[in-house]
């Protein structure tokens, strides 16, 4: 595969785009509006920099990376992909209509992969006329420094997709892992039940937030807390996957706390609006 069509130039999407221009892969990278493209487009660029200043790559590779990558805002610019890779928001519905608009647009042998991190791959594979060529290449942020990428297979997914796939996540540096599709994949269905206690542990007044995390990083020697964490994957996303886990199996343990869903509804999402369980600088 050489030319990579990437939907969304949030943080994900212009993560995924950055990996496979600098893995030599001709970059397509579509969003709705041009500010966003021009704004991603400028993150790509500083973390590049970022790798020469840091002597990983040269300015010409730098230079190299980003004539690869192009921007459109109109799905017609998929006219020549070997795979599209979807990274917008978190909601199924968006999905299927997304998917159902590239299934009509893409060329026949084209894979269509989602970036999502919950949501069931062979229910959005049902919405168009190639479910073998429907698959899950959940990236995990940020993508150019994290070396895994969950591939899961929808119940149609084809061995030759998933091989294709693979080989591709292989070929941007990465480490692809199989996994199959239930609620959650493996990621957060372990990760997002270790949140949610942890929230629920602040909520009854365990204890506070510094220490709920001070004792998952020194005594299980996390890297990050668990309520750190969630305020950067963002607290809408984290209670978007409880309520797939909670409605996929249909378990009150994966129930969200109510602490959680208030501070959804408050508008208090992390660290991309400065507040969560702690507080940021804009």
């Known amino acids: 595969m ?9 943080t994900m999407g212009n993560g995924i785009a950055h990996t496979a221009a600098a893995a030599g892969l001709n970059v ?4 709705v509006e041009r500010s966003i493209l021009d704004r991603a487009v ?15 790559m040269s300015g010409d ?8 990558i192009r921007t459109a805002t109109d799905d017609q610019a998929i006219a020549n992909a070997d795979i599209v890779v979807e990274a917008i928001i978190e909601k199924f519905e968006a999905k299927r209509e997304l998917f159902q608009r590239l299934d009509g647009l893409a060329p026949k042998q084209c894979i269509l992969a989602s970036n999502t991190s919950s949501i069931s791959i062979t229910r959005i594979a049902a919405s168009t006329r190639r ?3 429907i698959i899950g290449m959940h990236f995990f942020n940020p ?3 994290m070396s895994l990428v969950e591939v899961i297979r929808g119940i149609s997914t084809s061995d030759d997709t998933y091989q ?4 591709l996540a292989k070929r941007m540096g990465k480490t692809p892992i199989e996994v199959n599709d239930y609620p959650g994949f493996v990621s957060n269905r372990v990760l997002m039940p270790m949140i949610n206690e942890a929230i629920f542990a602040l909520y009854e007044g365990v204890a506070a937030a510094e220490a709920i995390d001070g004792v998952m990083k020194l005594g299980m020697n996390h890297p990050m807390g668990p309520l750190q964490l969630a305020d950067f994957i963002g607290l809408d996303v984290c209670l978007a996957i409880l309520r797939v886990l909670e409605e ?8 969200p706390c109510p602490l959680l869903v208030k501070m959804v509804d408050a508008g208090w999402l992390g660290k991309k609006t400065a507040r969560g369980f702690y507080t940021y600088g804009k």
């Open 2 to 10: 050489k030319n990579i069509v990437v939907i969304g130039a949030g």
């Open 28 to 31: 397509t990278l579509i969003d």
């Open 42 to 56: 400028n993150t790509i660029s500083s973390n590049l920099q970022r790798g020469v200043d840091k002597g990983k």
């Open 61 to 68: 590779e730098k230079q190299a990376a980003l004539g690869r």
């Open 131 to 133: 479910p073998d060529k």
């Open 143 to 145: 993508v150019p420094v």
């Open 164 to 167: 294709r796939v693979e080989d």
């Open 248 to 255: 996929g199996f249909g378990d009150p343990k994966y129930r």
